[in-house]
């Protein structure tokens, strides 16, 4: 479905002379799978719970960035990239780059994570858009000659080979798993939690936010947006994502929790933290919920995310704390406030993920020291785990999931993320039970058999 990147003179890089062009028309309903199962490069995915939903493929352009301006540097070239738009088409299919960043600037390209830069966007040559009025196709080309008749041109050839593509994928079989093993396992992270509630109970610190992960060994190839689309029915109350930047691993999930989203003047986001499993019956369930809400463990793990939320939007406009919520997954539930602010000027989403992230729900509090706490304790590569992943526009809207559920694979492996928050009152073998949940997502699309346990 990709076209070649790069082609017709397009600058993959933004530059001042470019011109961004793109075209889109109404296609009846088409299978994502099947569209996403067909690019090899530069595939992106990306589902809101409240309905968009995008896959595209192929780049149009790209931005990347590493170091600690990452953020400087991205709305810097954002702003040369989307400096001249003609777009023809429902604004539900106007530009939008697709991506994310890696979870610290000091990210190593290596390993699992060959092939993420500490940032990187991509600007689909083909997309999908579906919304709910309608799905679309859309084409974009970006380049010194760029032009409308390229585009017309290039959008009538994509329509054509999406009639070329099954309107239905068959539902593969999941790939079954031969081997797994933590890369930090139950006596080593239980004695790092153990270190961690130390520090905070002997000084300053005052949350952590610990994590492993999960190397699977996989019986067959994964099969990426087959897994996305089981996840669509397990996980419909989440986002789902896939940022693939090459053809080979790709960085996917079925995060629940919202970094921000931006809308004009319109900021959204959430504190969500604290944790409680499922209930068998309903009974057990409300059980769960109400040891959830009265637990003053867990509600001070939920206050420190809040409050921190609260101060880093006071800087940009009048914030609004909601409501306290329990957010119920399928497998898991969590303490949520939802937290907005109305901006008072004109600042751009990316702006507002860099202020955010990460949240004391992924980082820890204060955050330098979680953050070297982690550094000296995690002895694994986080690499996009808990890092900003979404969208954002020429207007500097967008939104932002927090890249957690997560999990990077390609071939016949797949590693798997799940961290807790840690606070003084935490004990170590709770922490190691209440992380197992968390894995299960995407474990559940990778198993054959059912767990018995
Ligand atoms: C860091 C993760 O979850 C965060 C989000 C919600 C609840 C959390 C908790 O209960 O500790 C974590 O802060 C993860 O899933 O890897």
Redesign the pocket.
């Known amino acids: 479905m990709n076209p070649p990147d790069g082609e017709a003179g397009a600058a993959l890089v933004p530059d001042a002379d470019a011109a961004l062009v793109s075209r889109s028309c109404e296609v009846s309903d088409v299978s994502f799978g099947s569209f996403l199962a067909a690019g090899d490069r530069h595939r992106i995915h990306w589902a809101a719970p409240d309905g968009l939903e995008v896959v595209g493929g192929g780049a149009a352009a790209r931005l990347t960035a590493d170091g600690p301006d990452r953020f400087e540097t991205l709305r810097r070239d954002a702003e040369t990239l989307f400096s001249v738009v003609d777009h023809e088409g429902p604004a539900a299919t106007r530009p939008r780059v697709f991506g994310g960043l890696a979870f610290g600037a000091d990210h190593d390209a290596a390993g699992v994570w060959e092939g993420f830069p500490a940032a990187a966007f991509t600007l689909p040559a083909v997309q999908l858009t579906r919304v709910d009025d309608g799905t679309y196709l859309t084409v974009t080309r970006y380049g010194p000659d760029a032009d409308a008749d390229g585009a017309e041109e290039a959008l009538a050839a994509a329509r054509d080979r999406l009639d070329d593509l099954p309107m239905m994928r068959a539902r593969g079989e999941k790939p079954g798993v031969v081997d797994t093993e933590w890369l930090v396992d139950r006596e080593e992270w239980t004695a790092q939690v153990a270190s961690v509630i130390d520090r905070i109970r002997g000084g300053d610190l005052r949350k952590v936010?610990l994590?492993t992960a999960l190397r699977v060994d996989l019986a067959e190839e994964i099969d990426i947006p087959d897994t996305l689309g089981r996840l669509r029915r397990t996980y419909p109350e989440c986002y789902r994502f896939l940022v693939q930047p090459t053809g080979g691993k790709g960085f996917f999930g079925p995060p629940p929790?919202r970094l921000v989203r931006r809308e004009g003047e319109v900021v959204e986001t959430e504190a969500?933290?604290?944790?409680m499993p499922r209930g068998d019956t309903p009974e057990a369930d409300a059980e769960y919920a109400r040891s959830l809400l009265e637990s003053d463990k867990l509600q001070h793990?939920q206050r420190l995310v809040v409050d921190t939320i609260c101060e880093q939007l006071d800087a940009f406009g009048t914030v609004g704390e909601g409501q306290q919520d329990v957010r119920k997954l399928t497998n898991i539930q969590?303490l949520q406030t939802p937290i907005n602010a109305v901006l008072d000027g004109d600042t751009h989403v990316l702006t507002l993920v860099e202020a955010l992230h990460p949240t004391p729900?992924?980082g820890g509090l204060p955050l330098d020291l979680a953050l070297s706490t982690i550094r000296e304790t995690e002895t694994w590569d986080r690499g996009w785990y808990?890092s900003p992943v979404g969208w954002f526009d020429a207007a500097g809207d967008g939104e932002f999931a927090?890249g957690?559920?997560s999990g990077v694979a390609g071939g016949r492996e797949a590693t798997l993320?799940?961290?807790?928050?840690i606070v003084g009152d935490s004990d170590p073998a709770d922490e190691w039970d209440?992380l197992q949940p968390?894995v299960r997502p995407i474990m559940d699309e990778l198993e054959r058999e059912a767990r018995t346990e």
């Open positions: 936010v994590a929790e969500l933290a604290g944790s793990e969590h729900a992924v808990a927090v957690i559920r993320f799940a961290g807790n928050g209440e968390k």
